[in-house]
């Protein structure tokens, strides 16, 4: 147990469907992260939020929109997905002072796209 | 795009020691050098963190020559729960994963 807690575990979605995914942290971080791990490949970064406020979007498509209400909070809204955004999508917190920082990551949510 | 290149894989066997090496030839003054394990369907894992020279935790040691450029994880002892991939990040602003180093441990 990290800390991290991400809701549902796993998801099966249609393509004209809208659901959303949830990150919770209890440990007082400032930053928040959502990561997107396809089969076989390595961890993408999709969003970064520092002090709730989104600081980087890696050329995300707009289908995924990410939401930030509080610094504990963390969400990912998803809409008319694709196929191929089926992956294991994987929520992370961190306490960044001066630069250093360890991410804590949650367990993620297994996503399917039908 | 990672700044760090690491083996694609190795291979080990019960009981001995594991290096895995990382080059980061363009690390810069603030970037600290951080390492994660990762099983299958679960996420990153912390396990250890450092900026020069060496660092040691219960779990790994972590070997950093003085002009930064590369680093070593050492794995004292490792066994087949070790089996994982291993990653190694620059951590200042850069928060990306390169494809890391599937490590098996072999009976």
Known sequence: ETGVTQTPRHLVMGMTNKKSLKCEQHLGHNAMYWYKQSAKKPLELMFVYSLEERVENNSVPSRFSPECPNSSHLFLHLHTLQPEDSALYLCASSQVIAGTYEQYFGPGTRLTVT | ?107
């Not at chain 2, 396990?47 to 040691?56: F, L």
């Not at chain 2, 590369?70 to 490792?78: K, Q």
Request: net charge positive; glycine share 4%; proline share 6%.
């Open chain 2, 1 to 107: 795009l990672a700044k760090t290149t690491q083996p694609i894989s190795m291979d080990s066997y019960e009981g001995q020691e594991v290096n895995i090496t990382c080059s980061h030839n363009n690390i810069a003054t603030n970037d600290y050098i951080t390492w994660y394990q990762q099983f299958p369907s679960q996420g990153p894992r912390f396990i250890i963190q450092g900026y020069k020279t060496k660092v040691t935790n219960e779990v790994a040691s972590l070997f950093i020559p003085a002009d930064r450029k590369s680093s070593t994880l050492s794995l004292p002892r490792v066994s087949l729960s070790d089996t994982a991939v291993y990653y190694c990040l620059v951590t200042f602003n850069d928060m990306r994963f390169g494809a890391g180093t599937r490590l098996t441990v072999k009976p």
